[in-house]
C-alpha cells in the first residue's frame, strides 16, 4: 500500500483556489506531524504546512499564510490543504508529508513521502 497519496493538483488561473488531498494508510496517518510541502524546478523542498497532530500546532512560511490552510478528516484518514489567492510562484510540485517526533524542522527530517501532485499558477 501506498503510504501517503495526493490528489487535487490543476491548472489555474491567478487568483484561483484548489483543494489538495492526502489521504494516508493508518500507520502514516497516526504519526505526529502532517504536512504539505512544494518544490519547484531548481528549488528546494519548502515547507508550505505542517499540523502537530497532538498539540495541534501549526506552521506556516510567510510566502502562503492567510492564503493557505491545512486541515483534517480523521475519518477519512486525510489531511487537506486549502489553498486561496493562488499566484504564479505557487506553482511546484505539491507532497504530503509525515513524521514522528519534533515538527518543526527541514523538509528533509520528514521520513514518509507521496508521490506528489502538482500545482501550476499561469498570470
Known amino acids: 500500500q501506498v503510504p501517503l497519496t495526493e490528489s487535487g493538483g490543476d491548472s489555474v488561473q491567478a487568483g484561483g483556489s484548489l483543494k489538495l488531498s492526502c489521504a494516508a494508510s493508518?500507520?502514516?496517518?497516526?504519526?505526529?506531524?502532517m504536512g504539505w510541502f512544494r518544490q519547484a524546478p531548481g528549488k528546494e523542498r519548502e515547507r508550505v504546512a505542517v499540523?502537530?497532530?497532538?498539540?495541534?500546532?501549526?506552521y506556516y512560511p510567510n510566502s502562503v499564510r492567510g492564503r493557505f490552510t491545512i486541515a483534517q478528516d480523521n475519518a477519512k484518514n486525510t489531511v487537506y490543504l486549502l489553498m486561496n489567492s493562488l499566484k504564479p510562484e505557487d506553482t511546484a510540485m505539491y507532497y504530503c508529508?509525515?513524521?514522528?517526533?519534533?515538527?518543526?524542522?527541514?523538509?528533509?527530517?520528514?521520513?514518509?513521502w507521496g508521490q506528489g501532485t502538482q500545482v501550476t499558477v499561469s498570470s
Open positions: 499540523i502537530n497532530r497532538r498539540g495541534g500546532n501549526t
Open positions: 493508518g500507520y502514516y496517518y497516526t504519526r505526529t506531524c
Open positions: 508529508g509525515a513524521k514522528d517526533g519534533n515538527c518543526d524542522v527541514s523538509p528533509y527530517e520528514f521520513n514518509y
